[in-house]
């Protein structure tokens, strides 16, 4: 914010909390406060000590002020007051429980769904990194090219940038996170760890609770730091907790490592919304996997993290980092050249967990955002009825004395008491809400680490939105009551004087819930359209009858030789089981975020446009794969055993990638350069999705497993019935034939793509659930105002029935009534829904914004919901007793 | 009235004004409490005649062109009670911090 305005905005508050202080004393107050506040910002200025710092304690000492004007007031004899208003509007309350129970339900349901969406909210894109250190000097660095802003830095890179001095930048942290195998007696246990730089705790300001944590002395020599750091809630699990855990060892691959400390509990790590086991320096990553990525500039897998030198801004450190960037595209041209880097908040990364809720959370946010204002209009008209009722007793108070603002803060502090009511019940919502996240996700082989829930943060939102609302409903109808003819009511069987104008809000404030109501149908319609549609985008394979697991030859077969022909005895063992008809292995399953590899490229005979990006992500595969994935070559061969390590180098490409470097003819025979080998393209595959349901047609590569080779890689079974059937006889297979290679998160393919899914599948429940839930209250509201009117006009119905209008006339008067305010709030909501619709029209995949189905669909189930509110007082006016009724006064 | 009510926060803003700082900023500066005890606790000692405000002669600070401010001086009243009340808090008094390597000050003998 800039300085002005926070000068601003301090002067504002005290403004404001003027307001609050006592009559008797405000003049005073207020002198004194803006002389303070003027002689500081005087000083402030003159001293040239005048920046977002100062100016954020300006507006924290004006906060100040609020807080002596209420003690003031308190102090003043207006506390006691305010406590009896209160006592009075308990009372009140109590005496009408009905009333009182659906208001604190409406409202509850109104303020404990944003309290839930907050809490989500905030604890996967606000805090993703729970346990940290002053999270808000921390943010997260990616490289970037033209068209792209997502990619990872390669480790040379990110030593350059580590060891220089950039100003801004306090310090660069870099890590990567993946599965691994831990040996243990009877074999070996899947876990989740990172290989880290040694600087990465001390830049997140994490320290050990046990032990010591890495220093960059740890990250030194490759292979010579055999060091492992836990975190809390592995040493729970794994270890039970046990206090000497330090100094003893586990092995990793065939490295023992000795655990050298615990991080505190709730840290889980450096990935957003991921619970890692355990941390290795970078340097010992040729223990895990061949080396060659420590020294290849060219290849990118490392994630980044700064930590911004002290009272440094995020653009200050930009442009220190846009000189590095240059540097290093002109000492390494080749794969730097174009090349850039760029900061981002951790809740706005382009890649990882928050890049895909981002999205999701911004949609439901302005979903229970439109609920609230919903459930307000709703209570609104249910105050206003409930002051109809309440005009002679408020008369009674005014004539005998009570000021307007005496009057108003009775009402509001009846609706204050029944929102801050209803607001601790929304926490008691919160407080379960957290595993009903948890109740989304579907299995996955990723241990998710969400601490969703409540806290400090989202107690302190939901009493500001509880606050907010009881004020806001209180003052609304307690000025109206307060401000109308007050002398009319106290005459006794008095005509509804001034009720016209009430009347008509009431009627305004209906409309306005059927409009919101139908925004909300539209929206979750929408998302609804988009599940069925998304069940037949072109995944590229075929998920049916699939089966994925993980494979890890471990370090002993660091040598390629041997753990080739592993994998071959492993894929021929397997076919040869009943039920099984193809088998393959592949380093990369689609629709995967992670692990994504990518390498800069050259295509012989393609000269790139200036800037162009080059990068191309690839997979490693056996013979088969693509049988196996039901994923089809378009054209020329699969890799076969021909294609060994010593034989002439080929690879595949996807009809994407060689439409764009080869266009209008074949790319069979076209030659492109992976690294330091110029590799024949020998296949065309079709294309599939690679990351994510929504991603562009992007070009991808794969390369045979004996020129690529992989410790680890998935083995992929298509089976002829229930893949779940032969998962025990995969793993007696792999035992007998592979001795001691373990076999990690089995799972068919339809339960990996049922992830991507996931997301579109929990915004359209919610959708789904608050649209209901809007729906009825708007449908409930439309009654209340129908049946309310229909009272209100008996002698009028029974004028017209004596004069000879039918039942069905007088059934027709009333629902017309109620269906002219549901067409208008329709007519209005279908234009906010148009408009509205389009924020989120980048999640609805295939689906326009503007969707007729959705739209005439919703607008017709809530046609038919209005339609049924206003069937009850319907029914009530005809069966009225024309001679009853004109009795009535 | 006995110091007995006064808070060790009260306490620290009465020392303050006894120190020189007139002004509720500068009492807030120097006893590093937040605006919202400070300025309270200003009016309570005024209450309680420890304290006397008066506002800076307005045509001398309109001349100036800035606005007049409220300042708080301290009564013959306030000077005994600060003075009771630092010999009952004896919160901050010389601590040896030997145990931590650090050479401070020799801890004075207690008082009496």
């Known amino acids: 914010?800039?300085?002005?305005?926070?000068?601003?905005?301090?002067?504002?508050?005290?403004?404001?909390?003027?307001?609050?202080?006592?009559?008797?004393?405000?003049?005073?107050?207020?002198?004194?406060?803006?002389?303070?506040?003027?002689?500081?910002?005087?000083?402030?200025?003159?001293?040239?000590?005048?920046?977002?710092?100062?100016?954020?304690?300006?507006?924290?000492?004006?906060?100040?002020?609020?807080?002596?004007?209420?003690?003031?007031?308190?102090?003043?004899?207006?506390?006691?007051?305010?406590?009896?208003?209160?006592?009075?509007?308990?009372?009140?309350?109590?005496?009408?429980?009905?009333?009182?129970?659906?208001?604190?339900?409406?409202?509850?349901?109104?303020?404990?769904?944003?309290?839930?969406?907050?809490?989500?909210?905030?604890?996967?894109?606000?805090?993703?990194?729970?346990?940290?250190?002053?999270?808000?000097?921390?943010?997260?660095?990616?490289?970037?090219?033209?068209?792209?802003?997502?990619?990872?830095?390669?480790?040379?890179?990110?030593?350059?940038?580590?060891?220089?001095?950039?100003?801004?930048?306090?310090?660069?942290?870099?890590?990567?996170?993946?599965?691994?195998?831990?040996?243990?007696?009877?074999?070996?246990?899947?876990?989740?760890?990172?290989?880290?730089?040694?600087?990465?705790?001390?830049?997140?300001?994490?320290?050990?609770?046990?032990?010591?944590?890495?220093?960059?002395?740890?990250?030194?020599?490759?292979?010579?730091?055999?060091?492992?750091?836990?975190?809390?809630?592995?040493?729970?699990?794994?270890?039970?907790?046990?206090?000497?855990?330090?100094?003893?060892?586990?092995?990793?691959?065939?490295?023992?490592?000795?655990?050298?400390?615990?991080?505190?509990?709730?840290?889980?790590?450096?990935?957003?919304?991921?619970?890692?086991?355990?941390?290795?320096?970078?340097?010992?990553?040729?223990?895990?996997?061949?080396?060659?990525?420590?020294?290849?500039?060219?290849?990118?897998?490392?994630?980044?993290?700064?930590?911004?030198?002290?009272?440094?801004?995020?653009?200050?450190?930009?442009?220190?980092?846009?000189?590095?960037?240059?540097?290093?595209?002109?000492?390494?041209?080749?794969?730097?050249?174009?090349?850039?880097?760029?900061?981002?908040?951790?809740?706005?990364?382009?890649?990882g967990?928050?890049?895909?809720?981002?999205?999701?959370?911004?949609?439901?946010?302005?979903?229970?955002?439109?609920?609230?204002?919903?459930?307000?209009?709703?209570?609104?008209?249910?105050?206003?009825?409930?002051?109809?009722?309440?005009?002679?007793?408020?008369?009674?108070?005014?004539?005998?004395?009570?000021?307007?603002?005496?009057?108003?803060?009775?009402?509001?502090?009846?609706?204050?008491?029944?929102?801050?009511?209803?607001?601790?019940?929304?926490?008691?919502?919160?407080?379960?809400?957290?595993?009903?996240?948890?109740?989304?996700?579907?299995?996955?082989?990723?241990?998710?680490?969400?601490?969703?829930?409540?806290?400090?943060?989202?107690?302190?939102?939901?009493?500001?939105?509880?606050?907010?609302?009881?004020?806001?409903?209180?003052?609304?109808?307690?000025?109206?009551?307060?401000?109308?003819?007050?002398?009319?009511?106290?005459?006794?069987?008095?005509?509804?004087?001034?009720?016209?104008?009430?009347?008509?809000?009431?009627?305004?404030?209906?409309?306005?819930?059927?409009?919101?109501?139908?925004?909300?149908?539209?929206?979750?319609?929408?998302?609804?359209?988009?599940?069925?549609?998304?069940?037949?985008?072109?995944?590229?394979?075929?998920?049916?009858q699939g089966l994925v697991g993980v494979i890890d030859l471990g370090s002993a077969t660091l040598e390629p030789a041997r753990g080739l022909a592993t994998y071959r005895t492993v894929t021929a063992a397997l076919a040869e089981l009943p039920g099984v008809e193809a088998v393959a292995v592949g380093q990369r399953l689609p629709l995967t975020s992670l692990d994504s590899s990518d390498r800069t490229v050259q295509v012989e005979g393609y000269t790139p446009a200036p800037g162009e990006e080059m990068t191309t992500y690839y997979a490693s595969i056996g013979p088969g794969y693509f049988d196996a994935l039901r994923l089809p070559l378009v054209e020329g061969r699969d890799v076969s055993a021909r294609d060994a390590a010593d034989a002439p180098p080929v690879v595949i490409v996807n009809t994407t990638m060689a439409r764009r470097f080869w266009p209008g003819r074949t790319a069979i025979g076209g030659r492109v350069k992976i690294g330091e080998r110029w590799a024949e393209v020998i296949g065309i595959a079709h294309d599939a999705k690679y990351a994510s349901l929504s991603e562009p047609a992007t070009p991808f590569m794969y390369v045979p497993i004996d020129q690529a080779y992989r410790t680890s890689m998935r083995v992929f079974l298509r089976t002829s019935g229930d893949p779940e059937a032969i998962v025990a006889a995969v793993r007696q297979t792999l035992a007998r034939v592979a001795p001691g290679v373990p076999l990690f998160d089995v799972q068919t393919l339809a339960q990996h793509i049922a992830f991507s899914f996931f997301l579109l599948e929990m915004a359209a429940t919610l959708l789904a659930v608050f649209g209901a839930t809007a729906a009825l209250l708007a449908a409930l509201g439309l009654y209340g105002v129908i049946a309310q009117s229909v009272a209100a006009r008996t002698r009028e119905i029974g004028v017209r029935m004596s004069l000879g209008a039918t039942k069905a006339d007088v059934a027709r008067l009333v629902v017309s009534q109620g269906l002219g305010l549901a067409a208008l709030g329709i007519v209005l909501g279908l234009a906010g829904a148009a408009g509205v619709t389009r924020l989120f029209e980048s999640q609805l995949l295939g689906v326009s914004a503007l969707d007729p189905g959705a739209f005439a669909a919703t607008t017709v189930l809530l046609a038919a919901t209005t339609l049924a509110a206003c069937a009850a007082p319907a029914w009530r006016a005809a069966r009225l007793d024309p001679v009853q009724a004109l009795r009535v006064d | 009235m006995g110091t007995g009510t006064l808070s060790f926060g009260t306490v620290a803003v009465l020392h303050a004004v006894a120190a020189g700082y007139r002004f509720g900023f500068d009492v807030v500066d120097a006893t590093g409490l937040t605006a919202g005890s400070v300025y309270p606790a200003l009016d309570r000692l005024e209450d309680l005649g420890y304290l006397k405000s008066s506002w800076e002669h307005a045509a001398t600070a309109q001349a100036e062109g800035r606005p007049a401010r409220r300042y708080f001086q301290l009564t013959a009243d306030g000077a005994r009670a600060l003075d009771e009340a630092l010999r009952k808090h004896r919160t901050f008094q010389p601590v040896s911090l030997d145990a931590f390597g650090i050479r401070g000050p020799r801890p004075a003998g207690r008082r009496p």
């Open chain 1, 353 to 544: 967990g928050t890049a895909q809720l981002l999205p999701v959370m911004a949609v439901l946010g302005g979903v229970v955002a439109v609920l609230l204002a919903l459930v307000c209009a709703n209570m609104a008209g249910l105050l206003l009825a409930r002051a109809s009722g309440r005009r002679r007793e408020l008369a009674v108070r005014v004539s005998l004395g009570a000021s307007r603002w005496q009057v108003v803060r009775l009402l509001v502090a009846e609706t204050t008491l029944l929102a801050v009511t209803a607001g601790a019940l929304a926490a008691v919502v919160t407080v379960w809400s957290g595993n009903l996240l948890y109740a989304f996700i579907p299995p996955l082989p990723i241990p998710i680490a969400i601490d969703a829930g409540l806290n400090l943060r989202v107690l302190l939102f939901s009493s500001a939105v509880s606050l907010a609302a009881g004020l806001l409903l209180g003052l609304l109808p307690g000025l109206q009551a307060s401000r109308a003819d007050l002398v009319a009511p106290l005459k006794d069987g008095a005509a509804m004087g001034g009720s016209a104008r009430r009347g008509r809000l009431r009627q305004g404030l209906i409309v306005a819930q059927v409009a919101l109501a139908l925004v909300l149908l539209v929206s979750a319609g929408l998302f609804l359209r988009t599940l069925v549609v998304a069940d037949r985008v072109d995944l590229g394979f075929s998920a049916r």
């Open chain 1, 1 to 351: 914010m800039r300085v002005s305005w926070l000068r601003r905005l301090a002067f504002a508050v005290v403004a404001l909390g003027a307001w609050l202080a006592p009559s008797a004393a405000r003049d005073q107050w207020r002198r004194q406060w803006r002389a303070d506040l003027w002689h500081r910002c005087d000083a402030l200025e003159r001293a040239g000590l005048m920046n977002t710092r100062t100016g954020r304690a300006l507006v924290g000492r004006a906060a100040g002020a609020v807080w002596h004007a209420g003690w003031l007031r308190l102090r003043g004899g207006g506390g006691p007051m305010f406590l009896h208003d209160l006592r009075h509007a308990a009372r009140g309350l109590a005496g009408r429980p009905g009333f009182t129970a659906i208001a604190v339900v409406t409202l509850a349901l109104g303020i404990g769904a944003n309290s839930v969406i907050f809490s989500w909210i905030d604890a996967t894109l606000l805090h993703p990194l729970p346990g940290i250190a002053d999270a808000r000097s921390l943010v997260a660095l990616y490289g970037t090219e033209r068209a792209r802003n997502n990619i990872s830095l390669s480790y040379p890179n990110y030593v350059d940038l580590r060891d220089a001095t950039v100003p801004g930048v306090r310090s660069v942290a870099a890590f990567s996170a993946g599965a691994l195998g831990v040996r243990t007696d009877d074999g070996t246990e899947r876990v989740w760890g990172a290989v880290v730089s040694g600087n990465l705790f001390e830049t997140l300001g994490v320290g050990a609770a046990i032990g010591r944590v890495f220093t960059p002395e740890d990250d030194r020599v490759p292979g010579g730091h055999p060091v492992v750091v836990l975190t809390h809630s592995a040493w729970q699990r794994r270890y039970g907790g046990r206090p000497d855990i330090v100094g003893t060892t586990l092995v990793l691959k065939d490295q023992t490592f000795t655990i050298i400390g615990v991080t505190p509990p709730g840290f889980h790590g450096p990935q957003a919304l991921i619970g890692l086991d355990l941390f290795i320096p970078v340097a010992m990553l040729g223990t895990l996997m061949p080396a060659d990525r420590l020294t290849a500039r060219g290849s990118a897998w490392m994630s980044t993290l700064v930590r911004l030198a002290p009272g440094a801004s995020m653009p200050e450190a930009q442009a220190g980092l846009d000189v590095v960037a240059r540097q290093l595209a002109t000492a390494y041209p080749d794969v730097n050249s174009n090349r850039g880097m760029r900061l981002f908040p951790l809740w706005r990364q382009p890649s």
